[in-house]
């Protein structure tokens, strides 16, 4: 069951903001050649502490809106304030260097260790030597990686999502109050980009910055953004407002065929693996009796236990017959465990267990922690109560209420192109869906 003493659900009134708002008042920017301009007019207003995703089609102007927020872009007119401050005449270095910036794939500098990529901006801010490790180091356990592993890395010998990570550290490393994201989650696997989803919404809570986020992923807008911006060509603004809202109220029909195939899905992406019931779990360190460990697991009525670290972290997840096929709890680190934080959509939840062909994830919280279980019965019970709410709006006919031949419709028939004898589907000599037999046809 849900613990709300192990859960830390956003509460929003107890956050301790320190980002900054930020306001574009008519910015407009024509590139030099160009006859219309790449964003007309634009008017916005983000609050503090609040995450908004960028979404629209290729070209509509995202990332030259993103850029003009601080001024690697200049406008060609209008003004910008961030905290209240007219930043539209500032020296854009000093800007820049209160804005984090990340772009995908990190854009680390490929010569430089991990730590010197991290210091970039606090060296330029002439912080002290020991200031910059104490930051750094801190940074990087933000992100989920190990300092003792990764500080003297190059990017090259990491992963693209730890290389990611490293970028959203580096961006953090002034203690910017907001952050602008290009597209940084684009180029990792889909598995991966949840958990750096998850781990971008962690940190947001923990530190509650202005974060602006450009995406293609209507999905991963909907994770991330407390408001969805939907841009159209020239950067018009299409609808600016909270997912759900914007899901059920789509302002244009740009919006609603934009949202269009993918709102099903988007409606799933809404309901957060912490909105579910979660089970309990057996924890039990390395080293542990196993004996101790599976009369433990059997006390709780338990068929499975979470092997984790010291800081809760998950290990492994044997069976109590694995468990008592070695005397004490073994080191073994499961690489390809099934894991979603609680912060994660019930789509991620089946994406890890789909992906590691396991009927259940382990869940965590903000730092990685074990806080409980989820299974695919769970999952699916709630994907069907949200398919049926979706599915109560339209004016579908149930087996149930058809009355006889009130509607007679062909069947239809659902068949590969290339499946011999089903050339024409509405061929009365067609079989029927089903039934692929082709003998009538020979
Ligand atoms: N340096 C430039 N010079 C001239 N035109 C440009 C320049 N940069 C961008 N543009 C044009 O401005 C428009 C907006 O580009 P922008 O890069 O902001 O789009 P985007 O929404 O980020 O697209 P994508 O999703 O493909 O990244 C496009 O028509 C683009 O061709
Ligand atoms: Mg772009």
Redesign the pocket.
Known sequence: MTDSTTSSPADPTSRNVTGESIRLEGVM?R????SEP??ARLDLEIDAGDIVAFV????????????MINRL?EPTEGRIYIGGRDVTAENPDSLRQSIGYVIQSGGLFPHWSVSKNIGAIPRILKWDKKRIAERTEYLLDLVGLDAATFADRLPKDMSGGQQQRVGVARALAADPPVLLM??PFGAVDPITRARLQDKLIAIQHELAKTIVI?T?DFEEATKLGDKVLI?S?G?RIEQFAPPEEILANPASPFVEEFVGSGATLAHLTLTRVRDVDIRDVVTAHVGEPSGAVVSRARAAGEEWVAVVDQHGRPRAWPSIDEVRAKPEISDYLDQRLPVVAQSSTLNDALDSMLATSQGGVLVTDGRGAVVGALNIAAVMEAIRGQLATVRDDDDHVGYLDHAEGSAPVETPVVAADDEPGFESATDAGAAPVGTPETSADR
């Open positions: 920017k590139y030099r050649g160009s790449a964003v629209g089609p290729s070209g509509c102007g995202k990332t030259t809106t993103l850029k872009i290009d597209e450009v293609h841009l060509e950067g």
